[in-house]
């Protein structure tokens, strides 16, 4: 197996995925005189957000729906590789005091 590689590449897809899913929908910082404009930011590009059609809309809630289920296999993935650790920790050392 290509143990190596596959968390590094699975890592990078996450951090990109997350970018792009964190970086679609934005605000405009509010100024003194100009009123608060919804935008989009794309890959670093701007997109009036004021009159959405619908297929845009829905496209932002899957994003949106999409980032959290990210965020909570991420949580449960942390949680996973935690209980991994205590694992191996509690076997080693039950090892270590059987041989010893």
Not at 10 to 27: L, P
Not at 35 to 40: A, H, L, N
Request: aromatic share 4%.
């Amino acid at each position: 197996m290509a143990k190596s590689k596959k968390p590094e590449e699975n890592a990078e897809m996450t951090e990109i995925v997350m970018e792009t899913a964190s970086d679609v929908v934005a605000d405009v910082s509010p100024q003194a005189d100009a009123p608060k404009t919804p935008k989009i930011v794309i890959d670093g590009v701007e997109y009036d957000a004021t009159n959405l059609s619908d297929p845009a809309k829905g496209a932002i809630a899957s994003l949106q729906f999409a980032e959290a289920k990210l965020m909570a296999l991420q949580n449960e993935l942390a949680i996973c590789q935690t209980a991994h650790f205590a694992y191996v920790k509690g076997l080693k050392a039950e090892l270590e005091g059987a041989a010893g």
